[in-house]
């Protein structure tokens, strides 16, 4: 019988920190975006509080005082360090296994029920991984991967799971669904959710009692897809799971901003090759890319100027070259001679399509097949050597757009000099 797991890191971030930091646990935690902006990643202390996910850091900074909460700029490298050690553990436990996000990864299990105690298993799985790591995990085992994703939610809520969810008989299924929010269902969407609450359904039971024929009617192949997944029905594969609609990679600059014109192009540069980093990663390309940047709103001692346009390519891309030379063709086009200070800036990758198959136009001049080539072997230099080795020139090469990380923990898996040191 068919059955997949979806293992789940527990507030990864504020996990991750509190592995080299134990007197955290049960104490608060935060973890700030890129240049201490706003609120990422919140424990559970937190989170009880009531601080909520991307709350400005200036607006709630006298409330994490007050209640003694540890605060850490983003670390990601030592995220990443971390997620690895995490996946790779994973792998031992089943002999397919794929990588969903940094800290969500998908496990086949598919007939391993006739051989295993699948419960008994999924809780030595999640033993194994928190006390080799550090970093709690929640599994949801189920028949179809949405409904592994919806046994994971209730694996992290419950204690009584021990850590593992398995949702592997019809009275189970139909008691999940029947606590689940609609709108918490994983491929719906804010703007479904608001059309089923139109037709009064508001869990996740309301919309599985609904006809295949309702569902095709109303709604498109993909909700329909996900209607069969919440009835048991496996037709979800790991080629199809949501992508991301938009991709976006923005940053605010510390002090009062950049008003040199050719730091600010390095920083758009930097941003839009790692929007095209991501948009390689979820297999896919983009046709449309914005590129925004705007002085301070709060600052009213400067001169105020917006830039804020979008281009759409005649064929859909993936290569950092060509994504890099339009958003910096849009700066340029938009950008105003004088003294702005630029506090932020940042570049969004919209209309994404797969990468295969692919409009083509008749009056393309790129050879598409040797800058395909020429990608995966920049990609594969980058993750033999480390990121950003092989870069264009309009990168450049001394990051000058400095972000603060006031709050920043050590790199203690990567870095020689951030090693701890135990005294004996």
């Not at 996946?87 to 029920?113: G, R």
């Not at 990168?395 to 790199?411: N, P």
């Amino acid at each position: 019988m068919q059955f997949f797991g979806l293992a789940d890191c527990n507030n990864f971030y504020c996990s991750c920190e509190r592995v080299f930091h134990p007197e955290l646990n049960n104490r608060p935690v935060v973890v700030l975006s890129n240049n201490d902006g706003c609120v990422i990643a919140r424990s559970n202390e937190s989170k009880a509080l009531g601080l909520k996910m991307g709350d400005p850091f200036y607006q709630v900074r006298q409330l994490l005082d007050d209640n003694h909460v540890a605060v850490f700029s983003s670390n990601y490298t030592l995220y990443g360090s971390l997620s690895r050690r995490v996946m790779s553990l994973l792998s031992q436990y089943t002999p397919h296994l794929d990588i969903y996000s940094i800290d969500e990864a998908f496990l086949d299990f598919t007939d391993m029920d006739q051989t295993y105690d699948l419960k008994a298993y999924g809780e030595r799985l999640v033993k194994r991984v928190s006390k080799s790591t550090g970093i709690p995990i929640s599994l949801g085992i189920a028949p179809t991967r949405t409904l592994a994703k919806m046994a994971s939610k209730f694996a992290k809520k419950y204690k009584g799971y021990h850590g593992c969810c398995l949702m592997d008989t019809e009275e189970k299924r139909q008691k999940a669904l029947a606590l689940f929010p609609v709108e918490d269902v994983w491929g719906i969407g804010r703007r479904i959710s608001k059309q089923l609450e139109y037709y009064g359904i508001r869990t996740a039971a309301d919309f599985a009692a609904k006809s295949e024929s309702w569902v095709r009617q109303y709604f498109n192949v993909t909700t329909a897809r996900t209607w069969k997944e919440l009835n048991g029905v496996s037709c979800i594969s790991v080629d199809e799971l949501p992508q991301k609609q938009s991709i976006c990679t923005s940053r605010s600059f510390s002090d009062q901003g950049i008003s040199d014109r050719q730091v600010l192009e390095e920083a758009v540069a930097n941003y839009a090759s790692r929007c095209a980093e991501k948009l390689r990663r979820q297999g896919s390309c983009c046709k449309s890319i914005m590129v925004f940047a705007y002085t301070s709103r709060f600052n009213e001692r400067v001169p105020a100027h917006m830039i804020h346009q979008t281009i759409t390519l005649s064929v859909a891309t993936q290569s950092s070259a060509e994504i890099i030379q339009a958003a910096l063709k849009i700066l340029r086009r938009a950008y105003v001679p004088g003294t702005y200070y630029y506090k932020k800036a940042g570049v969004i990758l919209m209309d994404i399509v797969p990468e295969r198959p692919q409009q083509q136009d008749l009056f393309d001049t790129v050879d598409r097949k040797k800058q395909q080539l020429l990608i995966r072997t920049i990609d594969r230099i980058n993750q033999l050597n480390g990121q950003g080795k092989v870069r264009l020139a309009i990168q450049g090469t001394d990051i000058r757009f400095g972000l603060k990380h006031e709050y920043l923990s050590r790199r203690y898996t990567t870095n020689i000099q951030d090693l701890l040191v135990v005294k004996v």
